[in-house]
């Protein structure tokens, strides 16, 4: 769809590469792009929220790569996006890496600043 788009109705007009590789939009192209950008940033949590998402790509890609964050894949209904139960597990997700962290001063927590009425509308039920 993208090679129609540049050559068909851009008419071929773009000075630069449009695909990096020829394999980048096949089968696995969003885990292989998330293995990617771990590799770059060197980021120790992924959520990865796709109507998509096939967990174990993701992980095999990981592995190869010799790169191990913790990972949460959550696949909303592609029709009504995400439920706010799953929304409250990545948040819950997030905040337990982000708690068991190690701390300048030796620790393994943060301290988590939330409002009373931030915690309060968090915790009801759906």
């Given amino acids: 769809m993208l090679r129609w788009l540049v050559n068909e109705r851009l008419g071929g007009r773009f000075e630069a590469p449009y695909l990096p590789d020829e394999d980048d939009w096949g089968q696995g192209w969003r885990a ?7 590799a770059i940033t060197g980021v120790d949590t992924v959520v990865w929220i796709d109507d998509m998402a096939v967990r174990s790509t993701l992980v095999r890609g990981l592995s190869r790569a010799g790169l191990d964050p913790s990972i949460l894949v959550i696949r909303p209904d592609k029709h009504t ?3 706010l139960r799953q929304v409250r597990h990545a948040a819950r997700f997030i905040e337990e890496r982000i708690e068991s962290r190690p701390t300048a001063d030796g620790g393994t927590s943060i301290e988590t600043t939330r409002s009373a009425a931030d915690s309060d509308h968090l915790d009801q039920p759906d």
């Fill in 81 to 83: 996006g995400m439920t």
């Fill in 32 to 38: 292989r792009s998330i293995v990617k950008t771990v």
